[in-house]
């Protein structure tokens, strides 16, 4: 083996990109025979396509494609997987089209064959001489040989580099799917209510305060507790959940405070709980106004002192975790009625954050509705559905009682039910049709005119304020959230109306 070859098979073996591989391939084989022009070939949907081109106008032949039908060198090298040497215009197999365009023609064509490792050929290099003479090149059959040997190599790492990359680039897109999928944060739309609630998040994130987050089933309270918990230093350690109305009382005890062994039947071990679990964390308690009364006071410990006790023992034990409550109900209503702790809620509301419903925030609809769309379809391996205009519409109209909860589900639906690419309002629920309590009238804008007509704006408020509070049965806390105010200033347009229960 020549010195030559040494430094080829050196230079080769480091290199595992394609494009840099084929810049490599192409020079040195150049070099070794001391000519200006290479190119290396590949067959594509019928035609040979030029990939990589070196040396006197590559510019001009890099991309160059070649007639399948017509006779080339490159054609015979592809379809008799053997080294062939060509004189320029003279040769049959010589496709003098292809350099119709440049300025400096061929004379001497070298060609080899590049084999995969089950010996089939998938490409075509081109050694060029393009001197008058056509003499520069070492044609001895010795050499040639040692060419040979060196290109099949060449091609083997080269078809390496191949697979490589198109591995590289199939892990890249499961990298991208994987994303899409544990992409759980909150969508970011244009609507200035939940722009509000992103900036509460990321300042609230820079403290180690409570965080009462508050707002209707299905607003993305626990999205934001995530992101609150992203944000913050804390962010390294466990982000711990729990779901105060979602089991008994006794087992909700042992799963935020732990037991020990033998504390009751089925306790055959020590358990940390939550508190200590997510331990330089953030713990978050969805329907805090749902815990019972004893739990109150225990959690009431945890905030004051950072202390629990598991049920079963009697060393209380230091925990150091941030909590981020959350509820659905109104609390100031639950204190007033003995549900829920005074002392409680004032430590859980330091920094106090209300979530908007859907149906306050209809432009970001777009924005969550593309990105359940792409979530979704990721998961599942498929291609995501459109929304056509009119579909789009109706949604609009739609009044999401069941808020971004009901939203996500629905797009789940619409991705496996809806036949076509583009979802259609024929392929909504019945519940979106009729527009639910969002909905305008039949008739449209003359009929919504209508209804104004010798009205004053007292009137309506009035009528809007009546009407609110019926439908929550006068729970004047609910109908104020509705309504978007707070309920002092609820109680107050209540006054001045002079609207009264019965």
């Not at 064509?109 to 490409?123: A, E, K, N, Q, T």
Request: charged share 25%; hydrophobic share 45%; net charge neutral.
């Amino acid at each position: 083996m020549t010195a030559d070859s040494l430094q080829f098979f050196k230079l080769l073996s480091g290199e595992l990109a394609p494009d840099k591989l084929l810049l490599k391939f192409l020079m040195l084989l150049l070099e070794l025979q001391n000519v200006e022009r290479g190119s290396l070939w590949v067959r594509k949907d019928g035609q040979y396509v030029c990939v990589e081109a070196v040396g006197v106008q590559s510019e001009e032949v890099r991309g160059m494609r070649l007639a399948g039908d017509r006779p080339s060198i490159v054609g015979w090298v592809m379809e008799n997987g053997r080294m062939t040497v060509a004189e320029a215009g003279r040769d049959a197999r010589h496709f003098k089209e292809a350099e119709a365009g440049l300025t400096v023609k061929s004379s001497l064509i070298l060609g080899f064959p590049l084999f995969l490792r089950d010996g089939s050929v998938y490409g075509v290099v081109e050694i060029i001489d393009v001197s008058a003479g056509g003499d520069r090149m070492n044609l001895a059959p010795g050499y040639l040989d040692l060419l040979q040997n060196i290109v099949d190599v060449g091609s083997i790492a080269l078809s390496n580099s191949l697979e490589f990359s198109a591995r590289a680039r199939e892990a890249e897109e499961l990298r991208k799917a994987v994303a899409a999928l544990r992409q759980e944060g909150p969508v970011a739309g244009p609507s200035r209510a939940f722009g509000k609630v992103l900036e509460s998040a990321a300042s609230y994130a820079a403290t180690d305060y409570p965080v009462l987050l508050t707002g209707e089933s299905g607003v993305g309270k626990e999205v934001v507790a995530r992101e609150i918990h992203r944000l913050s230093p804390r962010r390294k350690a466990p982000f711990l959940a729990q779901n105060c109305s979602a089991i008994p009382a006794t087992l909700l005890a042992s799963e935020l405070f732990g037991y020990k062994k033998g504390a009751f039947t089925g306790a055959y071990r020590d358990r940390a709980g939550l508190f200590e679990a997510a331990r330089g964390g953030t713990v978050f308690l969805d329907e805090i106004g749902d815990m019972p009364a004893d739990l109150q006071a225990a959690l009431l410990r945890v905030l004051q002192d950072r202390e629990v006790k598991p049920l079963g023992g009697n060393t209380p034990r230091t925990v150091d975790v941030r909590i981020i409550a959350a509820s659905n109900k109104d609390l100031e209503e639950a204190m007033a009625s003995g549900e829920f702790r005074q002392d409680l809620y004032f430590r859980l509301n330091v920094l106090p954050l209300r979530l908007p419903a859907l149906r306050e925030r209809q432009e970001d609809l777009p924005y969550l509705l593309s990105h359940f769309m792409a979530r979704e379809a990721a998961r599942l391996g498929v291609a995501p559905k459109t929304f056509s205009p009119a579909c789009l519409e109706a949604m609009a109209a739609y009044a999401w009682p069941g808020n971004v909860r009901e939203l996500e589900n629905l797009v789940k639906q619409l991705l496996v039910a809806a036949p076509g690419p583009e979802v259609a309002p024929a392929d909504l629920p019945a519940r979106l049709g009729e527009g639910g309590s969002a909905a305008c009238p039949a008739g449209g804008a003359a009929q919504a005119a209508d209804l104004f007509a010798g009205r004053t704006w007292e009137d309506l408020e009035r009528e809007y304020l009546t009407r609110l509070l019926t439908r929550r049965r006068w729970n004047i806390s609910a109908a104020a959230r509705e309504a978007g105010v707070n309920r002092s200033t609820f109680d107050s347009r209540l006054k001045r109306l002079g609207i009264r229960k019965g």
